[in-house]
Nanobody, 122 residues
Framework: QVQLVESGGGLVQAGGSLSLSCAAS????????MAWFRQAPGKEREFVAG???????YYADSVKGRFTISRDNAKNTVYLRMNSLEPEDTAVYYC????????????????WGQGTAVTVSS
């Protein structure tokens, strides 16, 4: 069982930056690929970025070059650094975990955090 707790959301102006963190419980963190998803009002939850246990990453085209996902295996924590934020990035951001391989498919993740809200003002 893995428990995930996100933090770091808030309000930021367009063009600004924000960092999110997701702390995971458990002793086998490196076995898990971690991902960030987001859900804007009235929209489906979508994949943002993922990272596997050895640090390999994968990004959605919409955030490539602006967002960076990273992880600290010693702290059981995954991060999302968001730069050049746009109003379209406004959403609740969720941390998710699945064993081994990164996936961009929401249904393939077994564990989810409660979400943290990010609002980008224009």
């Amino acid at each position: 069982q893995v428990q995930l707790v996100e933090s770091g959301g808030g309000l930021v102006q367009a063009g600004g930056s924000l960092s999110l963190s997701c702390a995971a419980s458990g002793r086998t963190f490196t076995r898990y690929s971690m991902a960030w998803f987001r859900q804007a009002p009235g929209k489906e939850r979508e994949f943002v970025a993922g990272i596997n246990g050895s640090g390999g990453t994968y990004y959605a085209d919409s955030v490539k070059g602006r967002f960076t996902i990273s992880r600290d295996n010693a702290k059981n924590t995954v991060y999302l650094r968001m730069n050049s934020l746009e109003p379209e990035d406004t959403a609740v951001y969720y941390c998710a975990a699945r064993l081994w391989v990164i996936s961009a498919t929401r249904s393939e993740y077994d564990y989810w955090g409660q979400g943290t809200a990010v609002t980008v003002s224009s």
